[in-house]
């Protein structure tokens, strides 16, 4: 059998080992516990990188979107800055317009003032030949009557002569 001292070593020993495994066991449940956390974590760090994909999926979906709104927006800038230029080319079209009609009236005003004057003037020149015939009038007339005073004044002569 055991004699004492090896009992009280066994006893001892057996203290030992129960310490041992008191911190083993201390030791055991500090890592299960850092292994709970751990594995929380990893479950955490799984849902934020799904949550991270996700995000990441919709920001291509959205980077896709702005891409096809920036293209359907050059497309909107064009056909504006197009309709821009047409409004420009219509309005300097609207102004030549307005100065063709602007010139036309005048040519139209400069035209009324000529007929007018041609008017006047062919009154004028119906005047002017009535006064012509009058003048041939009195230039006959007058032709006639230095003639009748000459025919008179030799008259009046051979009267004088005769009667010295």
Not at 82 to 96: N, P
Not at 128 to 157: D, G, P
């Amino acid at each position: 059998m055991l004699s004492k001292d090896d009992i009280q070593q066994l006893k001892s020993e057996n203290e030992l080992l129960q310490i041992q495994l008191q911190d083993i066991t201390e030791i055991i449940n500090i890592r299960e516990e850092e292994l709970d956390i751990l594995r929380k974590k990893t479950a955490y760090t799984v849902l934020l990188q799904s949550t991270l994909d996700g995000n990441l999926e919709q920001i291509n979906q959205m980077q896709s979107r702005i891409g096809e709104e920036q293209g359907r927006l050059a497309g909107y800038f064009k056909r504006e800055t197009a309709m821009e230029e047409e409004i420009i080319q219509q309005i300097g079209m609207e102004k030549e317009f307005y100065n063709i009609r602007d010139k036309y009236e005048s040519s139209k005003a400069a035209i009324k003032d000529l007929d007018n004057e041609l008017a006047e003037t062919a009154s004028m020149y119906r005047q002017l030949a009535t006064y012509v015939t009058r003048v041939a009038e009195l230039e006959s007339s007058l032709e006639i009557a230095l003639m009748e005073n000459k025919e008179l004044k030799e008259k009046l002569e051979k009267l004088k002569a005769e009667q010295s």
